[in-house]
T-cell receptor, first 112, second 116 residues
Framework: DAKTTQPNSMESNEEEPVHLPCNHSTISGTDYIHWYRQLPSQGPEYVIH???SNVNNRMASLAIAEDRKSSTLILHRATLRDAAVYYC?????????????FGAGTRLFVKA | EAGVTQFPSHSVIEKGQTVTLRCDPI?????LYWYRRVMGKEIKFLLH????????ESGMPNNRFLAERTGGTYSTLKVQPAELEDSGVYFCASSQPGQGNTGELFFGEGSRLTVL
């Protein structure tokens, strides 16, 4: 099964960039890389996704390695509201349809 | 527009009892998913509905779990009889039709189940 590996936790200072790494060495050619985050007492929420090329949106940037075995979520300026668990996820095509495979997540602490 | 709503937010039951969790997806979202996270573990897929049909139920742990989505609107997940290891947070998510593995999933806040 495809899986992702992330550090358990990371810490950042407010207003500084944050780079959240993820390894997904077993990724297949059609698997998409998604990132979600979970704020306290809420369900996961979408952040960004990509296949091969780097992606930018209003929330973050996603840098995908050329061999696609790893990716990095970049928060350009961390705020206190960005403190959350960030999940690196693979969306894979399986026999039953598209599956979402969660990693363990990285808990991001943001210091004022 | 209302998001995905789940009820109850927290349920505490005795081992052997029955609990039914409900999920109301975003209107128009044909895809509905159930996930759960048990203590200390990763969020795991349970099953996927497309409208009222079960597209994939490979993640359902055993036959004590029954999911339904009559009429293709809201869904229920019943656990009968509940066991201690069923404790955890059950998440529901929905997505628009036809987006494959690029579509954004919209999650509810989850239903926390505690089995004593």
């Amino acid at each position: 099964d495809a899986k992702t590996t992330q550090p358990n936790s990371m810490e950042s200072n407010e207003e500084e960039p944050v780079h959240l790494p993820c390894n997904h060495s077993t990724i297949s050619g059609t698997d998409y890389i998604h990132w979600y985050r979970q704020l306290p007492s809420q369900g996961p929420e979408y952040v960004i996704h990509g296949l091969t090329s780097n992606v930018n949106n209003r929330m973050a940037s996603l840098a995908i390695a050329e061999d696609r075995k790893s990716s990095t979520l970049i928060l350009h300026r961390a705020t206190l509201r960005d403190a959350a668990v960030y999940y690196c996820i693979l969306r894979v095509l399986d026999t039953g349809g598209f599956k979402t495979i969660f990693g363990a997540g990285t808990r991001l602490f943001v210091k004022a | 527009e209302a998001g995905v709503t789940q009820f109850p937010s927290h349920s505490v039951i005795e081992k052997g009892q029955t609990v039914t969790l409900r999920c109301d997806p975003i209107s128009g979202h044909d895809n509905l998913y159930w996930y759960r996270r048990v203590m200390g573990k990763e969020i795991k897929f349970l099953l996927h509905f497309v409208k009222e049909s079960k597209q994939d139920e490979s993640g359902m742990p055993n036959n004590r779990f029954l999911a339904e989505r009559t009429g293709g609107t809201y869904s229920t997940l019943k656990v009968q009889p509940a066991e201690l290891e069923d404790s955890g947070v059950y998440f529901c998510a929905s997505s628009q039709p036809g987006q494959g593995n690029t579509g954004e999933l919209f999650f509810g806040e989850g239903s926390r189940l505690t089995v004593l």
